[in-house]
């Protein structure tokens, strides 16, 4: 079992930047591929970003390339998503979620898309972002 829970939520202005963690306790979060999602009130979830277990391949939905960057630190058992540019449009819970999928191409392709096997959900921070 692996537990995740994000952090670093919050209400912003537009243009500005917020971090947030998801720290698994459990297992070590070395073992998966990790995701997030953001879901905003009456919409779908949406893909946001990707990181593989080893952090060598990133993936971004196109609604946040070039302003948001997820990392993950193995030692810490965290993963961040380091927000920037930030508008109303970014409003929403975000989830990260645990892919343990061996590495491969279609692995890959599927953390891309958004199309991963999540076996772990967090429970979500709140960002609100004011204009």
């Known amino acids: 079992q692996v537990q995740l829970v994000e952090s670093g939520g919050g209400l912003v202005q537009a243009g500005d930047s917020l971090r947030l963690s998801c720290t698994a306790s459990g297992r070590t979060v070395s073992n998966y591929h990790m995701s997030w999602f953001r879901q905003a009130p009456g919409k779908e979830r949406e893909f946001v970003a990707a990181i593989t277990r080893s952090g060598s391949r990133t993936y971004y939905a196109d609604s946040v390339k070039g302003r948001f960057t997820v990392s993950r630190d193995n030692a810490k058992n965290t993963v961040y998503l380091q927000m920037s540019s930030l508008n109303t449009e970014d409003t929403a819970i975000y989830h990260c979620?645990?892919?343990?999928?061996?590495?491969?191409?279609?692995?890959?392709?599927?953390?891309?898309?958004?199309?991963?096997?999540?076996?772990?959900w967090g429970q979500g921070t709140q960002v609100t972002v004011s204009s």
């Open positions: 979620a645990a892919d343990p999928r061996t590495d491969s191409a279609w692995t890959y392709y599927e953390l891309g898309r958004g199309r991963g096997r999540y076996d772990y």
